[in-house]
């Protein structure tokens, strides 16, 4: 295993998983199933298999025993340090990387706990160093391979979903223009001096972003003196991308201050980009050195991929469609026999193993048909009961004579004997009580506590 010594890797989990709000009430989003994984494996065996020896995963303070406890049972090689940041305080990921700026010496790689690719890192940061960037942003083309059509479980609704627009050089790759869709009714003004920088200009509202950044240490650095940076995505990329098309204001002497310094100065991020010495010598010294022009201190690129396997489970729609078609990708997976956990005790004849994901310590009792599910850890399923096309995660039990279909079942629910599903969303904790039958429903502990 290479030992990356010019890269450190973050992993954000610590997100609410606010857009699926009935999955994540009594666990977090990065532990949710994704095959037989909990969802943040997929990032984690991305870079461990790129070469990665270290990672650091920021986590909730209220759920960082729960998620070290799942990742450490994945066995993953590498050496994985867990950081805990305040689960009651509106923290977003600059925030998180600022919490840790103590701890990063190098340049950054930073992933979120829900992407699931099979994309070869080599190829993104070769991206960065071929160009020395400053910062570096993963995209994907929208899939052309097998669709997938199915219905949403629980309530019938539109699927919204948050259209950005980047601008980049077709030729170079170079990310000059970050925006979002709804900031805008009909046109977007592109500004002259854009236009003038780059005649190559190519407009995408289509494309997936990652959240997966390469960035320069000094990006940290600034992070740490701009306080008001919240997030990544949202606030530092703009900002940073923006920054390319200005002049390089530096060295301003405090008796020469405009009017607009009156205000909240704000830090200089041409001065903390310098390069020093040492990273100039090392830089002359590297294989990359002379590959291009230097003389620009700020730089971004769009790294856009081709990929049938860009998948970000952030929303309900996403999570389904990938568990959905899990098993078709040619995702790292471990062994094929990992698929059904050797802990796992199943006991009917009318399972299908091509196509079904069990963990261990399972139970599923004879008379039982089960097809195109995923099935977690410590779950019991009675005789006479039918799944198919269901995500049921950890520790959920099924009682006789149930038959679920396209349903999601969270964490430690009990479906009751006798009931009948289809297309439902129960949320953890929740019993459904027997002989219950529910179609396109969100089933929830406030919905319960309301009907009695």
């Not at 925006?179 to 977007?188: F, L, R, V």
């Not at 098309?245 to 002497?253: A, I, T």
């Not at 195109?372 to 995500?391: A, E, F, Q």
Request: glycine share 4%; aromatic share 8%; net charge negative.
């Amino acid at each position: 295993m290479q030992n990356w010594l010019e890269f450190q890797a973050v992993v954000m989990a610590a997100g609410k998983g606010s857009r699926i709000p009935e999955m994540t009430a009594t666990k977090p989003k990065c532990l949710l199933p994704v095959g037989n994984k909990p969802m943040i494996y997929y990032p984690l065996k991305l870079l461990e298999n790129a070469g990665f020896r270290d990672t650091k995963i920021i986590v909730a303070d209220n759920y960082a025993s729960d998620i070290q406890e799942e990742v450490d049972y994945l066995g993953f090689e590498m050496n994985l340090s867990f950081v805990p940041i305040p689960s009651d305080e509106d923290w977003g990921t600059a925030d998180s990387l600022r919490h840790i700026s103590d701890y990063i010496l190098t340049d950054v790689i930073v992933l979120s706990c829900d992407l699931i690719t099979n994309v070869d890192l080599h190829q993104v940061l070769n991206v960065y160093r071929n160009n020395n960037a400053s910062l570096v942003s993963l995209y994907f083309s929208p899939s052309q391979g097998e669709q997938c059509v199915f219905t949403l479980p629980g309530l019938k609704s539109k699927n919204k979903f948050e259209k950005d627009i980047i601008g980049y050089d077709s030729k170079t790759s170079r990310l000059l223009l970050m925006a979002s869709a709804s900031d805008y009714e009909e046109t977007m003004p592109i500004s002259s001096s854009l236009l003038n920088k780059c005649s190559n200009l190519k407009l995408c509202s289509k494309l997936l972003d990652s959240h997966m950044y390469i960035m320069k240490r000094w990006l940290v650095n600034y992070l740490v003196k701009d306080v008001n940076i919240s997030t990544l995505k949202g606030e530092l990329l703009p900002f940073v991308v923006k920054k390319q098309l200005s002049k390089h204001c530096r060295n301003v002497e405090p008796n020469k201050k405009g009017i607009e310094d009156e205000e909240e100065e704000k830090p200089d991020i041409f001065n903390i980009s310098k390069e020093s010495d040492i990273e100039t010598n090392i830089r002359s010294m590297s294989c990359f050195g002379n590959s291009t022009n230097f003389e620009e201190m700020i730089k971004c690129y769009a790294c856009v991929i081709d990929s049938n396997i860009g998948i970000r489970a952030n929303t309900l729609y996403d999570y389904c469609r990938v568990n959905k078609i899990i098993h078709k990708l040619n995702i790292n997976l471990g062994e094929e026999k990992d698929k059904i956990s050797p802990e796992a005790e199943i006991l009917s004849n009318q399972f299908d193993k091509e196509t079904c994901f069990v963990g261990p310590n399972t139970k599923i009792m004879e008379k039982t048909s089960i097809k195109s599910s995923t099935i977690g850890s410590r779950c019991t399923i009675n005789s006479k009961t039918r799944i198919t096309d269901c995500i049921l995660m950890n520790g959920v039990t099924i009682e006789e004579r149930c038959v679920l279909q396209n349903c999601i079942v969270c964490h430690d629910a009990v479906i009751a004997a006798g009931c009948e599903l289809k297309d439902c969303l129960i949320s953890g904790n929740f019993k459904v009580p027997s002989g219950g039958k529910h179609y396109n429903e969100v089933l929830t502990a406030i919905d319960r506590l309301m009907e009695i």
